[in-house]
């Protein structure tokens, strides 16, 4: 009798090179020995998925979507069928199948395609012949028939979609860091990796700049009540468990500081204080598919106003481009960039019930001499856009104020 | 209104490097220009199929063939995303397809699988959509959906099978070579390309190493008369049309001389003459799966015989094996192996109604104080095994003798 089905997920630099697949090869042999029913969604070798990217760009530089996808799908295809090999070696019952052959339908947005539904009778199939199934992640048919793929990180999105559908016990993602911390461990020395975290809160981390797992996989998680573990590919520790709310966490307050170094600020300067001004500049730059995130406007003085914001830093060019159009229109004065910023927030559920977390965020940074220029709010985050030279001053003040080094005692 | 619809094939050398695609797409863009619909086979680029296996080899020596299949396809699976990217670059409308979606079904013998039905409803509904459709060459969908290849030189198959089954006007190979030539330019430097060759001399140079196309689809091509040329890719001369026998090639008796040094020569030595001992001899190796091809027995004296035959040289070591348990049994005295010998090869329908052929062959090799060790004939071709150190002169006053070079006529 099987003791449970787990979904397991191994990123690309889990099976980088051919010692690695072999390592996952082992890992995977021993939940086999335990008893566990799996299924294991594998990413691309290495940096497969860049290449054939910058592969395609000398070819065209801008490359059909449906291509694209019939190109990128070719790593996880590749990178299924030697895991496979590689179980089959150590005499592990195995068999490699496409995201089309696993019942992964998509719709037609291609590069980044949504899921709409999975029809897993092919890996319900093989599990019952004794198999362990090992699908290619990031993949699906679209109502076309053609290959679809689900976007950056989207193989976290076929382990958590697939355990939903499976009906799975467990969702494990495996990645190279040992789970989530409090802070990232390169920056804060004491950073201490927490054992249970909520959605949201990792939804925030993830969102904040975090990106150890794919924000849209860890909302479908959240959706389908999947419990799901974050851990090393590397080492045999337990890593962090994604969950729901639950009672032992309310003491903690502040779950983690993250630091978001990929923004830049615009401001717009001497902006006609007018109703509908603010509407029409940003309905023009998302009209043009560019996300703005933190806004601020100043109080009026003589009937002028700034309006900033923050973009991607990579969104920054295009941004400007749009906006010299509207600010000669609107009668705007000038458009001011500003790329050396930051963003530091502090993430936790427990802050809902706690209003004076804010107070103490911008008191610890005040007491460190760093200066607050935009302010955002979240139910469970708090963000702060400073310097980007205080960045690292400021993620260690926070994480240290809050109780979140080693030596507290957090749940 | 279409011009007529041709299936062109491009090997691995012709999309090699992204200056080579890009070759290939304004080839493809200027039979467009012309009015030509186009279905284009594409191989993987230049070595990638010969990576991907030694990746599998590495992981696993003995690595299982459906996932094999499964690994192999993604070369011509991004070759094919590739070009189309390349003809969308140059305004030509294209769209690729893996040999699933173009409707190749094939058996389940996984990494050498037939074509079993075509069902080109895809095709079809690209092409009246105004596509040019690139297919991923080498590849189909096995009776349990899952994805299997032709073997080796598969793409040339899957291009004369498509042909075929949409009824095209002509079915165009490109390779790195002219067309078909009388003999090796490298070795016969007055060497001539053929305007014009028959499949069944087609298909014995294919056997005896002038390996320009798969054999298989060659055959494929005689048995519904596809008409095939063989052309390069890398300029714009006309290539070698292959088609059934025609008046005019009447007069050439012999159309090409071909040296093939892949053989080994096996002998045993002392073997008891009595019924059924070379059965059992052969029945032993072709039970293991070798091909064994010129088989000569000499006359018997004093009740013992010397038999002797060829063996691809890679299969040779196993073939020692399996004789040395043989020998043995039926008490033959020894087993002698030879790796130093070639065949050279004429061919040529014309030989059908020329007896004297044969005795002029024998009669050139002798001039030249070259040895015969054996002879096989086929109604179109005779082959001689001599030393491997006299290939090249062999060849050369063949293929002068049977007026073959520049300087003669031929059609």
Known sequence: MSKGLIVQKYGGSSVANIERIRNVAKRISSYRRKGYDLVVVVSALGDTTDELVELAHQINPDPSPREMDMLMATGEQASSAL???????????????????????????????????????????EIKAGNVVIVAGFQGLSPDGDIATLGRGGSDLTAVALAHALKADLCEIFTDVDGIYTADPRIVKDAKKLDVITYDEMLEMASLGSQVMQARS??????????????????????????????????????????????????????????????????????????????????????????????????????????EAVV?????????????????????????????VAATMFDVLAKNKINIEMISTSEISISCIIREKDGKKAVNALHSAFGLGKKTKTK
């Open 328 to 356: 000669r229109e609107i009668k705007a004065e000038k458009i001011v960039a500003d790329e050396d910023i930051c963003r530091v927030s502090i993430v936790g559920v427990g802050m809902r019930n706690h209003p004076g």
């Open 218 to 323: 860890i909302e479908v998680g959240k959706k389908f009540s999947v419990p799901i573990v974050v851990r090393s590919s590397l080492n045999d520790r337990p890593g962090t468990l994604i969950t729901e709310e639950v009672d032992g966490m309310e003491g903690a307050v502040v779950r983690g500081v993250s630091l978001d170094k990929s923004e830049a600020k615009v401001t717009i300067v001497g902006v006609p204080d007018r109703p509908g001004i603010a509407a029409r500049i940003f309905k023009e730059i998302s009209n043009s598919g560019i996300s703005v995130d933190v806004i601020v406007q100043n109080v009026s003085s003589e009937g002028k106003t700034d309006i900033s914001f923050t973009v991607a830093k990579v969104d920054l060019k295009e941004a400007i481009k749009i906006l």
């Open 83 to 125: 895991l496979t090999m590689a179980l089959h070696k150590l005499g592990v019952d195995a068999v490699a199948l496409t995201g089309p052959q696993s019942g992964i339908y998509t719709d037609k947005d291609y590069t980044k395609a949504k899921i709409v539904k999975i029809i897993p009778k092919r890996i319900h199939e």
